[in-house]
């Protein structure tokens, strides 16, 4: 048995002996949640299969969130289930045969490249608390800058492994762990990790390295109510260290609001892909001219205007170094902590530059509460290839409403809409459209 299988069970132990402790139960929250998701992909340019990808879902995300027993120590044990179920997916929408992928857009496939009619999981977390101090052993979903959990789809991304939270010192969260598996949005597979430029899904000799071991540590200092420092390390054994400083400023002006978002990653090598033998071997990055080896800063800015029901933005990343900007991705859809990781595109190739703008609207300032629409528009140049320096852009559009009171409180809608074309050869020219409908039911 792994040594975090045994861990939970001796945990979920511990707390099945105080289960009827006040506060256990009557703290205890669950939630049914319902995702009705649909995605059509034109993939305008290429030859390979598909050209057109389109899925259509529902999902049941089921999540408890038990209160903690009584005494100085307080145990309690979340859950999250999932299911997903196809309602359309055909093979030449879903095609995904062979050993370069793992799925389809939403759901696993079966060896012919189908779409299978429907996959689940279920992920438990035993928990400990001290003061303001948690410990959680299990299913996790991060949200940190070196680890962010992926919702992009029909359902989330998890992660297994530890976790320790501290709000014991006023303004200071505290956060460290370590991550062994990553199960993906749509898989049923807990799988090792790794990184772009080894995550394919073939077992041959050169591709498909991965690490048991991704340790992560830092935390946010609020300076003052509105400026909050960030330091964040992430370390994924065999392939690289990252370092992240970050600042976030809110200011108020006489007319509206500006805020503004600092980021610089600092990433290198380690272990195997320092090496050219472990390179060779597989443990490799993607990027130009750096035989594989991490090799990436990356800084960014992104200031923020808000009057009203307004807000423009405007921000500038740049990716410096011979690598991509490392991340944990298993090549089936992965989230990064960038201004520029979009709905199709990430904007984080070696090399590149990007300008955005973009503007938000919130129309429950001319009396239309829950209706809320975005359009952004990234530009990226000076991205290295083998023949010459590439260009990419996209363009985002989104539209949204909760119905905010009646039989149908909560019930959301959204669309979202998506352009991207890149001189870049390995990136395919893109039109995508995404339409979902959501609700939650409490259940506890």
Do not use: C
Request: aromatic share 10%.
């Amino acid at each position: 048995m792994k040594k975090s299988t045994l861990a939970l069970a001796v945990a979920v132990g511990v707390l099945a002996q105080q289960a009827g402790a006040a506060g256990f139960i009557e703290d205890s929250k669950a939630t049914l949640g319902l995702r009705n998701f649909y995605i059509n992909t034109d993939n305008r340019d290429g030859t390979a299969n598909p050209s057109k990808q389109e899925e259509w879902g529902q999902g049941f995300i089921f999540n408890f969130t038990s209160g903690y027993t009584q005494g100085t120590v307080g145990f309690g044990v979340d859950a999250i289930g999932l299911l997903g179920v196809k309602l359309d997916s055909g093979k030449g929408t879903a095609y995904n045969a062979g050993s370069a992928n793992k799925g389809g857009t939403v759901f696993p496939s079966d060896s012919d490249g189908r779409a299978v009619d429907d996959f689940g999981s279920l992920g438990l977390t035993a928990k400990a608390k001290i003061s303001k101090t948690e410990l959680r052993l299990g299913t996790l979903q991060p949200k940190l800058p070196v680890v962010t959990s992926n919702d992009g789809r029909l359902l989330p991304q998890t992660f297994e492994g530890g976790q320790i939270m501290s709000n014991d010192i006023d303004n200071l969260t505290l956060v460290g762990g370590k991550l062994e598996h990553a199960k993906g949005r749509n898989s049923t597979n807990n799988d090792s990790l790794t990184i772009a430029g080894s995550n394919g899904a073939t077992t041959t000799a050169t591709s498909n390295k991965r690490s048991n071991e991704f340790y992560y540590a830092g935390g946010d200092y609020k300076i003052t109510k509105d400026l909050v420092a960030q330091y964040y390390y992430g370390n994924l054994e065999d392939f690289y260290t990252q370092h992240f400083l970050g600042l976030t400023h809110n200011l108020a002006l006489p007319v509206g609001s500006l805020k503004s978002d600092l980021r610089y990653f600092n990433s290198d090598s380690d272990g195997k892909n320092s090496s050219q033998e472990g390179r060779l071997a597989g443990y490799r990055s993607s990027g130009f001219q750096n035989s594989g080896e991490v090799d990436n800063r990356t800084w960014s800015a992104k200031f923020t205007y808000s009057l009203q029901g307004h807000a423009l933005s405007a921000g500038y990343q740049r990716v410096n170094g011979t690598s991509d900007f490392p991340f944990l991705n298993q090549g089936d859809g992965a989230s990064a902590y960038l201004i520029t990781d979009s709905q199709i595109g990430k904007f984080q190739r070696a090399g590149e530059r990007t300008w955005l703008a973009q503007y938000a609207y919130d129309f429950a300032t001319v009396g239309l509460p829950g209706l809320t629409t975005s359009v952004i528009y990234l530009k990226g140049d000076n991205v290295a290839t083998s023949t010459g320096d590439k260009g990419e852009w996209e363009r985002d559009f989104s539209l949204g409403y909760v119905v905010q009171q009646g039989t149908f409180k909560g019930l959301g809608l959204a669309w979202k809409n998506a352009t991207l074309r890149s001189d870049v050869a390995s990136q395919r020219n893109q039109d995508e459209n995404r339409l979902i409908v959501s609700y939650s039911i409490p259940l506890l």
